[in-house]
Structure formats: structure tokens, C-alpha cells
């Protein structure tokens, strides 16, 4: 089937701990995304990879890591320095030609 | 630095009511403009989208956007919604060219009452 795979669904840490989510995707896309969903912030950019070994910074990068050592994966580290963890975050993909991003479920953290 | 502007948080009305949800943007250069919807509890989906041409689009279940260079606007409307528009409403901005680097807006919640 494909899309994207994001996971896990639900994760609960506590405080001082690295979290890793995974995003796998099997749609060929080059260009991958991610995204933290809060209520009435819409989504903001943490990361973005447009091609295997390379990444940027999007707006609230802080706190975060990623890699990209393979085309399908997007791993997402939330650190102990991220001073608010606790969100909804959304992997994504776009696709060339229309420009087009596409979603996973979705990763809900929060952190004790 | 580009960014989205959605003056609209939560937006009420009743079927068959005129819809337009305002968005505005900031980038220096060509952009590829986006609406993106958030039906409750499934994934964002594009709606419809502009890279050029004719400024007024129109994308899926009767939506369309106009863009409007001089004011950088990229409203969305809609003639008359339904209760099954109900949903979340997102613009996005990418430059046209260079690192895609996607920027969402704040949302919209559109709220249809039967």
C-alpha cells in the first residue's frame, strides 16, 4: 500500500528524555517534510530534506534533529532542549511535478 | 523570510452561505500558492493550488481561489457551502524556485451549521 508511515501513533516520555519519530515513506518522493501541529499555530516547519544527505532548517528548528541517509526515511529527534515537546507532529512528502505534499497520520508526543 | 497570514480563526455559517476565507502572503519572489483542508480526524489534503497562468483556480468540491499579485492574496471562496465542508482550512506558500521550503498559515476552523 502506499504512503507514508509515520510512527509511532501515540508516545508518552517523560521530561529529559530524546524522542526519535519515524516517517517511512514509498511514494519516491525526493522532497520530505516536518511539520508540528498545535492549536491555533496551523503548522510550522521544523525540518525539510529535498534529497538524500541534505537537510534545513525550517522556523522552529530548536530543539530538534533529523536525517536523511535514505530516500524512504525522515527520522525526527525531539531533544531535551526542546522546551515545549508535547504536539502533534506530521511527516510529509511533496511530490515534483505538482508540487503537491502529502501526509502521514501523524505522531502525537506528549511528555510528562 | 516567507510566511502565511489567515486572518479568519473560526469562521460560522449556515448552508448555502457565501464562503471566503482570506490569506495572505510574504516572499520575495514567485511563489506556488496552496489550500490545503483538515476534515475532522483524517489527513490534510490539497484542495486546489496555483503555480501560474489563469489567477483563478479551482480545485476540488466546487472551491476555487483567486491570486492576486498586488495584493498577495490567494483567497479561497466558495459559492455555497454544505455541512460537509466543515473542516479546517490552510494556506501554504512555497518560493517557485530554489530550497522548496513550505509555509502554512494558522488554519481556519469553518463551522457549517445545518
Known amino acids: 500500500d502506499g504512503g507514508i508511515t509515520q510512527s509511532p501513533k501515540y508516545l508518552f516520555r517523560k521530561e529529559g528524555q530524546n524522542v526519535t519519530l519515524s516517517c517511512e515513506q514509498n511514494l519516491n518522493h525526493d522532497a520530505m517534510y516536518w511539520y508540528r501541529q498545535d492549536p491555533g499555530q496551523g503548522l510550522r516547519l521544523i525540518y525539510y530534506s529535498q534529497i538524500v544527505n541534505d537537510f534545513q532548517k525550517g522556523d522552529i528548528a530548536e530543539g530538534y534533529s533529523v536525517s536523511r541517509e535514505k530516500k524512504e526515511s525522515f527520522p525526527l529527534t525531539v531533544t531535551s532542549a526542546q522546551k515545549n515537546p508535547t504536539a502533534f507532529y506530521l511527516c510529509?512528502?511533496?511530490?515534483?511535478?505538482?508540487?503537491?505534499?502529502?501526509f502521514g497520520e501523524g505522531s502525537r508526543l506528549t511528555v510528562l | 523570510a516567507q510566511s502565511v497570514s489567515q486572518h479568519n480563526h473560526h469562521v460560522i455559517l449556515s448552508e448555502a452561505a457565501s464562503l471566503e476565507l482570506g490569506c495572505n502572503y510574504s516572499?520575495?519572489?514567485?511563489?506556488?500558492l496552496f489550500w490545503y483542508v483538515q476534515y475532522p480526524g483524517q489527513h490534510l489534503q490539497l484542495l486546489l493550488k496555483y503555480f501560474s497562468g489563469d489567477p483563478l483556480v479551482k480545485g476540488i468540491k466546487g472551491f476555487e481561489a483567486e491570486f492576486i499579485k498586488s495584493k498577495f492574496s490567494f483567497n479561497l471562496r466558495k459559492p455555497s457551502v454544505q455541512w460537509s465542508d466543515t473542516a479546517e482550512y490552510f494556506c501554504?506558500?512555497?518560493?517557485?524556485?530554489?530550497?522548496?521550503?513550505?509555509?502554512f498559515g494558522t488554519g481556519t476552523k469553518l463551522q457549517v451549521i445545518p
Open positions: 510529509a512528502t511533496r511530490t515534483e511535478n505538482t508540487g503537491e505534499l502529502f
Open positions: 501554504a506558500v512555497n518560493g517557485s524556485s530554489g530550497y522548496q521550503k513550505v509555509t
Open positions: 516572499y520575495g519572489g514567485t511563489v506556488n
